[in-house]
């Protein structure tokens, strides 16, 4: 009979297992686009725009890292800086319409392989699946 201990061991090899898969799913659905610059592309798009300090406040990364992450984004046209408009000294990064339209289709390919990998589990599976992202999501510390 399986105790705690393995339960515990079965739900961190899956979820690492899971972190493994997402990362080459994001670099097969666009090759430009890394797992870290899509989750940084959709923090942008979800704020509607902010600071570089405010990205590596909120994932809790070094301001060097986001910084070179920023970069590599304005390389690729996907993020600008504008000036704030209540604080000319201000610079807050936004998508440009190039990465909003990337971002869309990246997302929209995830949807697809989801829908795909999730297409035999009946609703109350799903509906059970999601709760427990909910609440697993919801219990943990920021960052962890």
């Known amino acids: ?8 061991d079965t739900i961190q090899r899956e979820l690492t297992a899971f972190a493994r898969r997402a990362r080459a799913a994001a670099a097969r659905l666009h090759p430009e686009l890394s797992l870290v610059s899509y989750t940084l592309l959709a923090h942008l798009q979800d ?37 704030d408009p209540d604080d000319q000294r201000v610079q807050v990064l936004h998508l440009t319409d190039r990465g909003t339209e990337v971002l869309d289709q990246v997302a929209a390919s995830r949807r697809t ?3 795909s990998r999730l297409a ?25």
């Open 120 to 144: 035999d589990w009946e609703e109350a599976d799903l509906a059970r699946f999601a709760g427990y992202l909910l609440r697993y999501n919801a219990s943990g510390a920021e960052g962890d």
């Open 47 to 83: 704020q509607r725009g902010c600071r570089a300090t405010d990205l590596a406040a909120h994932y809790l990364l070094d301001k060097s890292t986001v910084s070179r992450q920023v970069a590599g984004l304005e390389r690729l046209g996907l993020v600008e800086r504008r000036a």
């Open 1 to 8: 009979m399986a105790h705690r201990a393995d339960h515990l």
């Open 113 to 115: 392989a989801f829908e």
